[in-house]
């Protein structure tokens, strides 16, 4: 597959453009390539300043409707970001959530079987499951995964997401990659609940508005589970290095990603990939504890003005259903060994830059 950056001639079909992930791709593919985007989702509010570029097209749809699916399948590279993935509604709508994260890609992969275009499928590192405090690296092609029982409708979501994964690993045919996100941040993430969106965000989302309404953090089961935190920004770069070595060029395409293997790659196809930091593991307390002292730096107050965070059960936060994973390390090795990545961005760095945003994003008078 020949998918040269500076080759005017491409087009890229991104899924979920208009969402988190989807925007900061978009920014990056106009920046550093010469291809065009179709750009597909339900909304493109935050794509404002991209909606008349010369070499973007945007379709408002859902690949509920087959032709949408076809449509996109017709693009040599397609990267499909769509999904429902904010837990708080893995409990009340599961019918929906597993519509959305195993019906809907695998119509599409089955599409671009039939095409022959690349997919890059976005899956999660919640398919590892319900992960222990003393889980060790999660390792993409070792590591079993376990759920709770039915009744922990939590694991509505994640057993989409790893069915999927198996129903396109399983297509005859298909030029597939899988990439697994752990933990996300970075401007644009979610929503702020009553301004853009309804329930509750993830937790970068959530923490930022009750920081900006001056609320109590909510710690869910006393914050003890842990992630790794990932910039967007390294999100990124690790795409356009699977860009790179899925097409054999021979620079991963990225001034700023870590080099420390070939950039030429022959086993980026059907593969999964874990996408994350190890060097950012913090508790959710200590996440609170972080957010709060970079708050109080942006606001330019003292810490101790702002209100302590606050203990709460998760079935009452989230509702009856609820459960967790408790750590999350990805293995990094396969990324670094086979496309010479490693995400670089700090903790620190990757919080300050969210929430500086957030604050200059909602902070109008209509956040409250
Ligand atoms: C979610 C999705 O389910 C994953 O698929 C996705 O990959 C992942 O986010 C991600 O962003 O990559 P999770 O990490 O559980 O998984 O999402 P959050 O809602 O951000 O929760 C993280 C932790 O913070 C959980 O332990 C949760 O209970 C806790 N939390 C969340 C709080 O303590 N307070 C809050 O206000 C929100």
Known sequence: MNLRFDDS???VAIVGCGGFIGSHLLDAVLERTRWRVFGVDLDFYRLQHRLNHERCEFLCADLADPAVVERIAQFPLVVNLAAICTPSRYMGEACEVIRSNYDHPATLATACARSGSWLVHFSTSE?????LPDSGE?????????????AASRWSYATAKLLAERFIAGLPG?????????????????FMPGVDGEGIPRVLAN?????????PLKLVNGGKAKRCF????????????????????????????VNIGSKTAPGVFSQAF????????????????????IFAKVRGVDVSTLPEPQIVSGEEYYGVGY??????????????????????????VALEESLSWFVGHYDTGASS
Do not use: C
């Open 207 to 215: 923490f930022s508005t009750a920081l900006l309404r001056g609320e």
């Open 174 to 190: 298909l030029k597939w990659t899988v990439v697994r996100p752990f933990n996300f941040v970075g401007p644009y993430m979610d």
């Open 138 to 150: 999660l390792i993409e092609d070792e590591t079993p995964a376990v759920f709770g029982p039915v």
């Open 127 to 131: 398919i590892y499951g319900r992960t």
């Open 323 to 348: 459960d967790d994973s408790m750590r999350r390390m990805p293995s990094v090795a396969k990324a670094e060994r086979l496309l010479g990545f490693k995400a670089r961005i700090p903790l620190d």
């Open 230 to 257: 990932t910039s967007v920004h390294d999100a990124v770069d690790f795409l356009f290095a699977l860009f790179a070595a899925g097409s054999g060029l021979p620079d991963a395409g990225s001034e700023t990603a």
């Open 274 to 293: 874990n996408v994350g930091n190890q060097e950012n593991e913090v508790s959710i307390a200590e996440l609170a504890g972080k957010m709060r002292t």
């Open 9 to 11: 001639s491409i087009t």
